[in-house]
């Protein structure tokens, strides 16, 4: 239970990273019902947001959230191995474009993650 923990704080400040200034857009918002990978944008558990800044996307395991960010971050995923558990966080900023099922990978932010789980593990 640490390491899916663990696993969801990186996920959390991987969602937040890159910001700047734009406009605000539409996202979905949602934790369990329809919000898995096979995403039902008219589930009970779906709902959207105005004035957001960023939709994220974000996957521990087979658990999939989607939400609103106030910080502004480019379109991109991020993909790590955090504790044992795969971590996936992705950003967009167009309008409910946090529906996607498929998402690119940026190298970058992923070395940086990888660095900063090994930094805890080993100081």
Not at 10 to 21: A, D, K, Y
Not at 41 to 46: H, T
Not at 51 to 60: F, I, L
Not at 116 to 121: A, S
Request: hydrophobic letters at 40%.
């Amino acid at each position: 239970m640490a390491k899916l923990f663990v696993a969801f704080a990186v996920l959390g400040m991987m969602l937040v990273i890159n910001t700047q200034s734009v406009a605000a857009i539409e996202c979905y918002v949602c934790t369990l019902t329809g919000c898995g990978d096979e995403f039902d944008a008219s589930a009970s558990g779906v709902t959207k947001t105005t004035g957001c800044a960023s939709c994220t996307k974000g996957k521990v395991q087979d658990v999939v959230t989607r939400g609103c960010s106030q910080l502004s971050a480019s379109d991109n995923c991020e993909k790590a191995d955090v504790a044992g558990q795969e971590v996936v966080s992705c950003t967009c900023t167009g309008e409910l474009c946090n529906s996607a099922t498929t998402m690119r990978i940026a190298l970058p932010f992923t070395v940086a993650v990888l660095l900063f789980h090994l930094i805890t593990k080993y100081f």
